[in-house]
């Protein structure tokens, strides 16, 4: 253990710091051990990591002197912000600022930071195809990260930036599995059209990232996108159907449909799924699933991820 680098891993009981701490500690050869931060030690997701042979730290992304405490003798650390927790793109761009000067701070040798687009390089705020949002921002949840860019880049953070994609886990955790319509028939509802989706698995998160640290420089200052597979929302559903044994249709609805179902965040989502269908080229282009795979030789296709986890997506009888 003593000889072993230390990576601290930012939102360590949630889902991209869980695969990241998850793939550190199942690559022995990797050189690599995980410090599992997060704000409760005792929660049973942390003592659930320590068991697997993580150093868990408290830390919380509102406490600036916690992080820098976290970061102090580590060699690098996995960097994510969760907007979902409290919806609001200006605490985001507080808790990137703070991740980044605490990196600077304790002399971090390598720092993935797990960013998305700032859409509004691609529809500015005047641009009425689709609504902005609390003011000013077209997706929220990726803008603001894609803004928390240039914290980093400003201090002269040894960065690596890192483009994720749709999780499968959706399917099971956020609500956007297969549901029955009127007819009985189940059906999972997107507003992508006929365009494609690049998606992954979680631990394919964390294998890829552990990649970049163990190729050392070469991927600092860069950016790298992880998709296991980009499937249109047919291609999907006709992939559920084969697994669950049970037909799934893909229900494509236009994106202000989607903004009014009523869920929160539902016009956040709405926006993220038009940009994803609007540039498809662009968001596709940067989540090659050859360069995950070359990080990540284990990468899932949607069909092996679901061979091992159809079970655990929530299916109305």
Same mark, same amino acid.
């Given at each position: 253990m003593?000889?072993?680098k ?6 360590a009981?949630g %889902?991209q710091g869980?695969?990241m701490v998850?793939a550190?500690?199942g690559?022995?050869t990797?050189?690599f ?10 929660s ?10 993580? *150093?868990?730290?408290v ?7 916690s992080l820098?405490?976290?970061f102090?003798?580590?060699?690098g650390?996995f ?5 979902w927790e409290?919806f609001s793109?200006e605490? !985001?761009?507080a808790q990137?600022k703070a ?9 971090l040798?390598h720092v993935i930071?797990?960013?998305?687009e700032?859409?509004?390089?691609w529809?500015p705020l005047?641009?009425?195809r689709?609504?902005t949002?609390m003011?000013?921002?077209?997706v929220?949840h ?9 914290e980093f ?5 040894p960065t690596t ?5 749709y999780?499968w886990?959706n ?9 029955k319509?009127p007819? =009985?028939t189940? %059906?999972i509802?997107m507003p992508m =059209?006929d365009?494609?989706l690049?998606?992954v698995?979680?631990d394919?998160i964390?294998?890829?990232?552990l990649?970049?640290?163990?190729k050392g420089r *070469?991927?600092?200052g860069?950016?790298v =996108?992880v998709?296991g !597979?980009?499937l249109t929302?047919? *291609?999907?559903?006709?992939a ?5 044994r049970r037909e799934?249709?893909y229900n494509s609805?236009?994106p202000e449909?989607y903004?009014?179902?009523?869920f929160p ?7 993220m799924?038009?940009?994803?269908r ?8 940067a ?5 995950a795979r070359?990080?990540n030789p284990?990468?899932?296709t949607?069909?092996?991820?679901l ?8 299916i109305?009888?």
């Amino acid at each position: 253990m003593a000889d072993k680098k230390i990576l601290a891993v930012v939102g360590a009981t949630g %889902a991209q710091g869980g695969g990241m701490v998850r793939a550190i500690l199942g690559d022995k050869t990797s050189g690599f051990t995980a410090r599992a931060l997060t704000r409760d030690v005792n929660s049973d997701k942390a003592n659930a990591l320590a068991k697997l042979g993580a *150093e868990v730290v408290v830390a919380n992304l509102d406490d600036p002197a916690s992080l820098a405490r976290a970061f102090s003798g580590a060699y690098g650390a996995f960097c994510v912000t969760n907007f979902w927790e409290h919806f609001s793109p200006e605490k !985001e761009l507080a808790q990137a600022k703070a991740l980044a000067q605490a990196a600077k701070q304790t002399g971090l040798l390598h720092v993935i930071w797990s960013t998305l687009e700032d859409t509004r390089r691609w529809v500015p705020l005047s641009d009425a195809r689709m609504p902005t949002l609390m003011g000013h921002y077209k997706v929220p949840h990726f803008d603001a990260k894609g803004e928390a860019d240039q914290e980093f880049t400003a201090l002269g953070v040894p960065t690596t930036f890192y483009l994720t994609s749709y999780y499968w886990e959706n399917l099971i955790f956020f609500g956007m599995g297969p549901k029955k319509g009127p007819d =009985g028939t189940l %059906a999972i509802t997107m507003p992508m =059209g006929d365009k494609k989706l690049p998606g992954v698995a979680v631990d394919d998160i964390g294998k890829c990232a552990l990649g970049i640290f163990k190729k050392g420089r *070469e991927y600092i200052g860069k950016t790298v =996108g992880v998709a296991g !597979e980009h499937l249109t929302g047919a *291609e999907m559903a006709a992939a559920l159907t084969r697994a669950l044994r049970r037909e799934v249709r893909y229900n494509s609805v236009p994106p202000e449909v989607y903004a009014k179902f009523g869920f929160p965040g539902a016009d956040d989502l709405a926006n993220m799924f038009q940009f994803k269908r609007d540039f498809q080229a662009v968001f596709c282009g940067a989540r090659n699933p050859e360069v995950a795979r070359s990080l990540n030789p284990a990468l899932q296709t949607f069909a092996q991820w679901l061979a091992t986890n159809k079970s655990r997506i929530p299916i109305e009888p």
